[in-house]
C-alpha cells in the first residue's frame, strides 16, 4: 500500500471519529420526541422496548433478592439486599465465593436477567435468571439458563466468561446509540449509550436534525431531517371483490423497516455501530442464512434465530407486509389481538371458521398462530412464533424429520394420522412457500443431485432471496465448476444477501476467475459484499489488479479490517485477520493474530490449530505439538484439537500415541465424518483391516453419502476380495460422481470378478 493510500486511509478514520463525535450530539433522547408525538410516546411508555434495560429499583427489579438461594452441581447462588443494593454471592472468576452487585436489570417477560460490572468495563449477564411468568405458568421462580451444563470459571459459557458478555453480546440491542468502545491495547471496554433502554432513536435514528426541521417545517431537509424515512408512503391493503386475502396498493418501495427491526431482531454479526451505516442494514450486519445448525431444512427456526430470518422466507413478506402491518411498532404489541390481526388482510368468514381451521371455534387450535406460527421455546421459558408463516407439513415430518405444528399439539399422534388429516380436510396438496426443503435435505446429505438441486433454487426467482444466499453457501461446501457458474449467476442479484453468498462460492476458485468474477463488486453499493469481494482477492488473486481495482480493492480490504477490529475482543474475529495476514503472506502478523485470539479464549480450537499450521510449515512439529496440547488442556473436548494432534504424532511417526489421539477424535466428533475417516484409514495402515471396515461401516449409516468413507469401504473391502460387499459401495459412490471413469471402471470391475466366482 503507498504512502499516499496510507495517509488517506488515516484521514478517512480521522473524519470517522470527528463524524462520530457530532453525532453523539444528534441524540436527543425519547423525551423530546414526546412534545410532537405523545401518543407514539405514550405507546413506547408500555414497551418492552422502553423496559429493555434499566437501573435495579425495587420497581424495576422482579426478582426475589429476599435471602433466597439456588442450588446446582454442589454450588450454591444466594439473592439478597444490602445497603439497599442488590447482591448476588456466587461464585466469581477465580472460582470462589464472592459478593457481586447488581448493576442493571435486563428485560421484564417472560424472564428478567441481571448484569454485573467486572474490571475492565465488563458487564457480564448472570446465568442464574428470573421466571416473571405468572406461578400458574410456572414461574415467579429462579432457574438456570444453562441446566443441562455444568459451568465452571474459564468456560466461555460461564457468566464470567467471553460468551456472556453484555458488552457484545447483548447491548446493541438493548439501548440507544450503544458505542462498544473496546480498547485492544488494554483489553477493556469504555461503553456508552445515549439512552439506557431501547428508545425512538434506536429505530429512527439521531433526531436532531428532524427536530430542528420540526420548528421550521418550511426549511428543506430530507426525510424530515432523518437519515431514513419509515413512513409507509400511504400503504394499505383492501379485499377486492370476489377475493378472500387482501392485497397490497403496490409493494414496497423497500424493505427498509423490515431491515430497521432486523438490525435486533436477527441472527446476524455487526461490524459496525456507526448511526448512518446501521439505517443501511448491510453496511453494519451480516444476516446468517438458513444454515443446518440454526434453521431446520425446511427453515423452521431451530436455534435462537429471532425473527428475520424466518419473515424473510414467508409468502407474506413477498406480498408486502412489513412488520407494522402486524405490530404496533411503538408499543411492540399486535395492532389486534387473536385471530383479528390475521382478519386484517384475510376473510373472517372464510378463514376464522371450523371449516378452515377444522378446530373448535375459539380453541387454542383455532387460532392462526397455533398452525402457521408454532412456537419454540428459548432461553428456558421464551415461547417465540415462528415468523416464517407456513402452512404444516406433517409429510416432512415423515420424510425430512422436521417439526410440524399439528404433532406439537398432539404429540401423543403420529406424522401419518396429521398427514391424513390435513387430507381428509383437503389441504394435503398445499406445499406453502418454502419449496426448498428436498433441496436442502439433499445437500446437507451430500446427496446424489445436491448440487443440481441447489442450482434450481439459486436460478428460481419465486425463491426467498434468504432461501437462494442458503443454497449458495451450500454450493460453496463443494465448489465444482458447475457450483462456480451458479454463482457467477448471482452476483448481480438484487439482493445482498445474495451478491455474498456469490462471493462466499467464488472465493473458492483458483485466482483467475476470482479476478475476473469478483473485481467488479468492489464497488458495490453495500459494505458487506464489497468487503467480502475484497477479502476473497486478497493475496495471490489481487497481484493481477488494474489501478483502478487496485484503489478499490485498498478500500473495499481497509473496510474488512475495520470490520474485523470492531470485534477486536472476540477470538474468531482475530483468526480471521491471522487467515488474512497468511494470505497475503504476513505468517508473523498471521501468528501474533492466532495467538491474541487464544489470548483472548483459551479454549478456541480453530486458532491453536491455525497456530499449529503456521510452526508445521515453518518446520517446528515439536513445537505443534507442544501448542496442540496446551489447548486440549483447556479444551479436553474438541475432537478438532485432538485430530489435529493425531496427525501430527503421524507426521512424528509416533504411531501408538496418534492412533489414541484419532481414535479419541472419532469419539468426540462421531458428527464429523472427515474424523472418522482418516481414523478408519490409519487402522487400515497399521494392519486392523477388519477393525477399520468394521468402523467404517458403521459410520457410513450416519453419512451415507459421504464420498471418503464410501470409497475407503469399496477399496478395503475389495483388497480383501469381498467383491459383492465392495460393490454396493461402489455403485453409491457411481451414482454421487456420475463423471468419475474411474468408479465406473470400478463397478465393471467388481460385477467381472462376482462373475467369476469372487467371494460373495
Request: glycine share 10%.
Amino acid at each position: 500500500m503507498s504512502i499516499v493510500f496510507r495517509l488517506a486511509i488515516a484521514s478517512v478514520f480521522m473524519l470517522i471519529a470527528v463524524v462520530a463525535k457530532s453525532q453523539e450530539k444528534d441524540f436527543v433522547g425519547s423525551a423530546a420526541c414526546a412534545q410532537c408525538h405523545k401518543a407514539e410516546h405514550d405507546f413506547w411508555l408500555q414497551s418492552q422496548h422502553k423496559a429493555a434495560m434499566q437501573e435495579p429499583t425495587d420497581a424495576t427489579t422482579l426478582g426475589r433478592f429476599d435471602g433466597a438461594t439456588f442450588k446446582k452441581d454442589g454450588g450454591e447462588t444466594l439473592f439478597s439486599k444490602k445497603d439497599g443494593k442488590f447482591v448476588i454471592r456466587t461464585e466469581g472468576p477465580d472460582g470462589k465465593p464472592a459478593d457481586f452487585w447488581v448493576k442493571y436489570v435486563f428485560g421484564v417477560h417472560p424472564l428478567q436477567q441481571y448484569l454485573i460490572e467486572l474490571p475492565g468495563g465488563r458487564l457480564q449477564a448472570f446465568g442464574i435468571a428470573w421466571d416473571s411468568r405468572p406461578p400458574e405458568q410456572g414461574g415467579q421462580r429462579w432457574f438456570d439458563l444453562y441446566p443441562d451444563r455444568k459451568l465452571a470459571a474459564g468456560d466461555p459459557l460461564h457468566w464470567t466468561g467471553i460468551d456472556q458478555n453484555w458488552n457484545y453480546q447483548c447491548a446493541w440491542c438493548h439501548s440507544t446509540n450503544l458505542r462498544k468502545n473496546y480498547d485492544p491495547g488494554s483489553g477493556a471496554f469504555a461503553t456508552t449509550f445515549s439512552e439506557i433502554s431501547v428508545g425512538c432513536e434506536a429505530c429512527h435514528g439521531p433526531a436532531a436534525k428532524h427536530i430542528a426541521w420540526a420548528a421550521s417545517p418550511s426549511t428543506s431537509a430530507p426525510n424530515h431531517g432523518f437519515a431514513i424515512s419509515l413512513a409507509r408512503g400511504g400503504a394499505s391493503w383492501r379485499a377486492e371483490e370476489g377475493h378472500e386475502t387482501a392485497t397490497r396498493n403496490g409493494p414496497p418501495a423497500s424493505d427498509k423497516e423490515a431491515l430497521a427491526c432486523a438490525g435486533c431482531h436477527a441472527r446476524r454479526q455487526q461490524f459496525s455501530d456507526d448511526p448512518l451505516a446501521v439505517t443501511r442494514f448491510f453496511d453494519a450486519f451480516r444476516p446468517s442464512t438458513l444454515d443446518s445448525g440454526l434453521y431446520h431444512t425446511d427453515g423452521q427456526q431451530r436455534d435462537e434465530v429471532y425473527n428475520f430470518g424466518s419473515f424473510m422466507q414467508s409468502r407474506m413478506h413477498e406480498a408486502g407486509v412489513t412488520c407494522s402491518d402486524c405490530h404496533n411498532p411503538h408499543s411492540g404489541k399486535l395492532r389486534l389481538s387473536g385471530n383479528a390481526v390475521c382478519g386484517q388482510c384475510h376473510a373472517e368468514k372464510t378463514f376464522d371458521a371450523p371449516a378452515h381451521h377444522h378446530h373448535t371455534q375459539g380453541s387454542a387450535g383455532a387460532q392462526c398462530a397455533s398452525c402457521h406460527m408454532p412456537t419454540t421455546n428459548y432461553m428456558i421459558v421464551d415461547a417465540r412464533h415462528d415468523h416464517s408463516m407456513r402452512i404444516p407439513r406433517p409429510d416432512r415430518t415423515a420424510s425430512l424429520g422436521t417439526p410440524n405444528a399439528c404433532n406439537q399439539c398432539h404429540a401423543d399422534k403420529s406424522p401419518g394420522w396429521a398427514v391424513e388429516a390435513l387430507k381428509s380436510w383437503g389441504a394435503g396438496s398445499k406445499p406453502g412457500a418454502q419449496r426448498f426443503a428436498e433441496g436442502f435435505r439433499l445437500a446437507d446429505a451430500n446427496g446424489p443431485g445436491a448440487q443440481g438441486a441447489l442450482a434450481g433454487i439459486v436460478a428460481d426467482p419465486g425463491q426467498s432471496g434468504i432461501a437462494r444466499a442458503s443454497a449458495l453457501q451450500r454450493l460453496g461446501q463443494a465448489p465444482t465448476a458447475a457450483a462456480l457458474e451458479t454463482a457467477r449467476g448471482a452476483l448481480s442479484d438484487k439482493e445482498p444477501m445474495v451478491r455474498a453468498a456469490a462471493v462466499a462460492v467464488l472465493a473458492e476458485a483458483e485466482p483467475a476467475t476470482r479476478r475476473e468474477a469478483l473485481a467488479p463488486l468492489l464497488t458495490d453499493q453495500t459494505r458487506l459484499v464489497r468487503m467480502d469481494a475484497a477479502r476473497a482477492l486478497a493475496g495471490a488473486p489481487e497481484a493481477g489488479l488494474s489501478d483502478s481495482e487496485h484503489a478499490a480493492f485498498d478500500k473495499a480490504l481497509a473496510e474488512y479490517e475495520a470490520g474485523q477490529r470492531f470485534n477486536a475482543e472476540r477470538p474468531e474475529t482475530q483468526a480471521n485477520l491471522g487467515a488474512l495476514a497468511l494470505a497475503r503472506g504476513n505468517t508473523d502478523a498471521a501468528r501474533a493474530a492466532y495467538e491474541k485470539a487464544l489470548a483472548l479464549d483459551p479454549t478456541f480450537a480453530p486458532a491453536a490449530i491455525s497456530l499449529a499450521e503456521i510452526m508445521r510449515g515453518a518446520g517446528d512439529e515439536a513445537g505443534a505439538e507442544v501448542a496442540l496440547r496446551k489447548s486440549i488442556a483447556q479444551n479436553p473436548g474438541s475432537g478438532a484439537l485432538a485430530h489435529a494432534l493425531g496427525l501430527s504424532l503421524i507426521r512424528q511417526k509416533r504411531l501408538g500415541e496418534a492412533m489414541t489421539s484419532l481414535e479419541l477424535a472419532a469419539r468426540l466428533a462421531p458428527e464429523d465424518p472427515r474424523m472418522v475417516y482418516v481414523y478408519g484409514v490409519a487402522l487400515h495402515e497399521t494392519g486392523a483391516a477388519d477393525q477399520a471396515i468394521e468402523m467404517l461401516s458403521r459410520a457410513l449409516a450416519g453419512h451415507p453419502f459421504d464420498r471418503d468413507i464410501l470409497a475407503a469401504l469399496a477399496s478395503y473391502e475389495m483388497e480383501a476380495g469381498n467383491y459383492a460387499g465392495a460393490l454396493p459401495h461402489a455403485e453409491r459412490l457411481a451414482e454421487l460422481e456420475p463423471e468419475d471413469r474411474s468408479i465406473k471402471d470400478m463397478v465393471a470391475e467388481l460385477k467381472a470378478m462376482i462373475g467369476k466366482g469372487g467371494r460373495q
